[in-house]
């Protein structure tokens, strides 16, 4: 599974640009990765770039914070978590009842 958007946010966004590619990850079979690119407008090249996986959701919501503002932090967010997050994570516990 690969997906990936990309966002022209402008002044709003250091570069401008951020694009989002969401794949698996080939060391964990079953798990997702989010890599987070932050583009120049005018050339498109990349300035900066994080990769998080589900456990990270708060360094993730962080990161996008600090390249753009509020509202377009938490649309990448939604975005992110109707793709990539949406998944059921099976969590077993020690002398847990069934």
């Not at 969401?22 to 583009?39: A, H, M, Q, W």
């Not at 059921?88 to 009842?97: D, H, K, S, W």
């Amino acid at each position: 599974m690969k997906r990936t958007k990309t966002w022209k946010i402008g002044e709003e966004c250091e570069g401008g640009i951020v694009q989002v590619k969401v794949s698996g990850n080939d060391y964990f079979p079953g798990s997702i990765t989010v890599k987070i690119l932050v583009k120049e407008w005018e050339t498109g090249k990349t300035l900066s770039s994080q990769v998080f996986g589900r456990i990270h959701v708060y360094k993730l919501e962080s990161f996008l914070n600090q390249i753009t503002t509020h509202y377009h932090a938490s649309r990448i967010m939604e975005w992110i978590k109707e793709n990539a997050f949406t998944y059921p994570v099976l969590v077993t516990m020690e002398g847990a009842r069934s």
